[in-house]
């Protein structure tokens, strides 16, 4: 009896060992990570990735409503069994979870193979030459005055709805494509293809969790809310885009956001990625120095506050205990993957703001 037992539960315990093994390889072996983040994984991005593009919708979000639908039918299968006292009810029983054993290890393996092995990588940062160091509140308020100008000078050339907010072209999936592979030419790790991000078709569910966009390491696709204001979309789906290109830190993903947004033809990345930059700057301003802060925020346009003022309100429409709950499960799943500030993380993202203040400054 035991041998069947351990032979029907090996595929799914071998695959759980497998990705272990892997996890503790990353975590443990100098420079494994960073190899397989340059050798290995690339070519689920370019394979996967780029079958998965063809579709014009989000490949895992009609993945999970399907994985909801055979969960419930399975459930309803397995209770209406036991009701009927079924001779075969522990037989289905026992199948369920040998296939729920399996399955469990069969995405723990490939989030490993597509996800988990990246976190511990080479920082973008250590790779682009950016040197993080601690900064005086004077460069702060510098570089919030810096974001604020090249704001104030990129927000005429946008265009705005009739509620002053921004109006976004409907190309924007292939062009946060272009702004990436566009910095790809300046940083050499983020070259190479890069598959449209996708607009979720019930963005909702994200808004309710606080999330603007999410990776799929499943599907190796960039997922966006695309109910958000739409300032936000071009630089949240070239965060996401940047997590293909095995760079999973959320403040190394929001600073590759910012530069690729930079790196944009379009008007509307280079002011989305500035905005993006000064909440950032300006939230860590307002707590060192509210009083500078002020000034700088009262220099902003009309166009720029309507667009704050909007990305404000649509997301109060949301607070409550999804979000906090949703913040709390965030903040673990980033300390379990080594960024042991938790959500804190991406606030890190001004520090890497100076380095590159710092750098220009210096050039």
Request: proline letters at 4%.
């Amino acid at each position: 009896m035991a041998k069947p037992f351990l032979k029907s539960v090996f595929p799914g315990l071998s695959l759980f060992a497998a990705s272990f093994l892997l996890a503790l390889a990353a975590r443990k072996i100098p420079g494994f990570a960073e190899w397989y983040a340059v050798a290995i994984y690339p070519l689920f991005v370019n394979i996967v990735g780029r079958f998965l593009s063809f579709f014009p919708f989000s490949v895992v979000e009609i993945g999970l409503f399907l994985l909801i639908a055979a969960g419930l039918f399975f459930l309803f299968k397995g209770a209406l069994s036991i009701f009927q006292k079924h001779r075969q009810t522990r037989h289905f029983i026992a199948s369920c979870g040998r296939k729920l054993l399996f399955l469990s290890g069969l995405l723990l393996f490939i989030y490993t193979l597509t996800c988990g092995i990246n976190y511990h990588r080479t920082p973008f940062s250590t790779i682009a030459g950016f040197k993080i160091q601690k900064s005086r509140a004077e460069e702060l308020t510098a570089l919030c005055s810096s974001l604020a100008e090249e704001l104030r000078n990129v927000s005429p050339q946008v265009t705005r709805d009739e509620n002053g907010c921004l109006v976004l072209s409907e190309n924007a999936p292939a062009l946060a494509a272009q702004a990436m592979e566009n910095l790809g030419n300046d940083y050499p790790c983020l070259s190479g293809y890069y598959p449209k991000p996708k607009l979720l078709l019930i963005s909702e569910v994200l808004s309710y969790q606080h999330l603007s966009g999410v990776y799929s390491p499943f599907t190796v696709e960039a997922n966006v809310n695309g109910d958000m204001t739409p300032y936000n979309l071009p630089a949240t789906m070239c965060h996401e885009l940047s997590h293909l290109k095995g760079f999973m830190r959320e403040d190394e993903a929001n600073f590759i956001a910012y530069l690729a947004c930079l790196a944009s033809d379009d008007a509307a990345f280079r002011y989305s990625g500035l905005l993006f930059a000064y909440i950032y700057a300006s939230n860590a301003l307002y707590e060192e120095d509210p009083q500078a802060w002020q000034r700088i925020r009262d220099t902003l346009n009309e166009g720029i506050l309507a667009d704050l003022a909007a990305n404000n309100a649509f997301w109060d429409r949301y607070e409550g205990k999804i979000s906090e709950l949703s913040g709390t499960v965030n903040d673990t799943y980033l300390k379990l993957n080594a960024q042991t500030d938790g959500i804190k993380s991406y606030g890190r993202m001004v520090d890497l703001l100076l380095a590159e203040y710092r750098k220009n400054r210096s050039r």
